[in-house]
C-alpha cells in the first residue's frame, strides 16, 4: 500500500511515517518510480510503534526492541546500558498501573451499562 494509504488507515501523518523508516522502525519496498510500497502487516506495525511511543519509550529502544514485536521465538538483546533497563522498569511499571486503572473503568462503565440496560417486565428501563 502507498505512504498516503497507510497514513489513513493507522491516522499517522505521511510525515511521522517517513520518520519512522527513517528510524529503521518501519520498513517499505520501493517501486521502480520511488514511491513506498508498505505490506499488510505495517498497520499493525505503525499501531504497535505508537502504542509504545505513548507509553514513553524512546524510539531507539523500539528499534532494539522490533525482534519482539515480530514475535521472533529467538530474541537477541542488544547490549542495554544500565539507565535504559532502568528507563524500561519504570514505563513497564506505569503501564501496569495504567492498565489496572483501565481494567476498573472498563469494569465501572460495564456494570453500568449492564444496569442501564436492564429491563423491567414491562420492558422499561429500571430506575
Known amino acids: 500500500m502507498k505512504i498516503g494509504e497507510l497514513s489513513k488507515r493507522t491516522e499517522v501523518s505521511t510525515r511521522l511515517l517517513r520518520y519512522y ?11 521502480s518510480n520511488g514511491y513506498r510500497d508498505y505490506p499488510e502487516a505495517a498497520v499493525d506495525r505503525v499501531a504497535q510503534i505508537r ?6 519509550i524512546p ?26 533497563i532502568e528507563t524500561l522498569g519504570q514505563r513497564r511499571e506505569q503501564l501496569a498501573k495504567r492498565i489496572d486503572c483501565l481494567t476498573r473503568n472498563l469494569d465501572a462503565v ?7 440496560t436492564r429491563t423491567d417486565a414491562a420492558g422499561q428501563l429500571a430506575s
Open 21 to 31: 523508516e527513517e528510524q529503521n522502525l518501519l520498513t517499505a519496498d520501493r517501486e
Open 51 to 56: 502504542g509504545l511511543i505513548d507509553a514513553g
Open 59 to 84: 524510539t531507539a529502544l523500539i528499534k532494539d526492541m522490533i525482534p519482539c514485536l515480530k514475535g521472533l521465538p529467538s530474541v537477541q538483546v542488544e547490549k542495554i546500558t544500565p539507565e535504559m
Open 110 to 116: 460495564s456494570a453500568y451499562l449492564a444496569e442501564a
